[in-house]
């Protein structure tokens, strides 16, 4: 049954949309009363994301000491499940004092790792009291928690592309080129501008060159973004030229040209270049 779900899984914004997603999935699948998702931070587990059925046993910023959590226990299993059919009776728990309350009840949990191995922490199940868990209930876990690696890894390798989201390039004195390549989604134009406004200030940069001549896709809400960097950067005393504007960019935000009013408007950044004074030798 999960694997019809896995693959019926929308592209998630981001690994707390993940997380709810896969505590969701568990919810229709084993007869527990919470499931959970915890993050191991040194030694002290946060419960970043909780989906409780009739009562709530974990509570979402929740903050438990390792080693003695069942997470830590958890962990400590291994890669693969760990099922305690009755935590009070269990010899991993029962002198551990973690099953206060719950003693009459059962517990499943897998490890989430970072991709080198690293443990990010745990995706667990718990009852405070006796449940039959379906038999193929622990490979569920494992297959989520899977899925939750890869989800943080995705948004590691998106994070680390957004750092790098625009670099300025410095020509001569204090003018600077922005050359934006690649697709332009929301985030991204959001961080470029960020990033953009922090080095124009930092490098006394006083006119900026926009290229967006390597921008392969654009909508509507990202031709605002840019249009707001073009508008920001002359309020602050940037003088701003845009080179490589497509015709499909038009298209996608109709007033583009109309906004552009006033700012230096060229095909390619050799004639921005030289209509802004520079000239070019042929060897």
Request: charge should be negative.
């Amino acid at each position: 049954m999960v694997r019809g779900n896995l693959e019926n899984a929308q592209n998630f914004s981001d690994f707390d949309e993940a997380a709810s997603y896969a505590l969701q999935i568990l919810s229709k699948q084993a007869g527990m009363n919470s499931f959970y998702v915890a993050k191991q931070e040194g030694k002290a587990q946060h419960v970043v994301k909780v989906h409780n059925l009739k009562h709530h046993l974990i509570e979402e910023g929740q903050v438990s000491v390792l080693p003695c959590t069942l997470s830590a226990l958890c962990i400590e299993h291994g890669a693969q499940a760990l099922v305690i059919e009755h935590i009070g009776e269990h010899a991993l728990t029962r002198s551990l004092g973690i099953a206060d309350g719950v003693e009459t009840g059962c517990f499943i949990g897998a490890p989430i790792f970072y991709e080198d191995g690293s443990v990010y922490g745990t995706i667990c199940g718990i009852d405070d009291g006796p449940c039959e868990l379906p038999a193929d209930l622990p490979f569920i876990f494992e297959t989520l928690a899977t899925l939750l690696t890869y989800v943080l890894e995705l948004e590691q390798a998106y994070e680390e592309i957004e750092s790098l989201a625009a670099p300025l390039v410095p020509i001569v004195g204090k003018v600077a080129i922005l050359p934006i390549i690649g697709e332009v989604r929301a985030l991204r134009a959001k961080t470029i501008i960020d990033q953009v406004m922090h080095d124009c200030a930092e490098k006394g940069i006083e006119v900026l060159i926009v290229d967006v001549s390597g921008v392969s896709q654009i909508n509507s809400e990202v031709g605002e973004y840019l249009l707001k960097l073009v508008k920001v950067l002359e309020l602050i005393g940037v003088k701003t030229a845009v080179t490589g504007i497509q015709p499909y960019m038009a298209l996608k935000v109709p007033h583009f040209a109309q906004a552009l009013k006033g700012t230096m408007i060229e095909a390619n950044l050799e004639t921005a270049l030289k209509r802004l004074g520079f000239s070019f030798r042929q060897n």
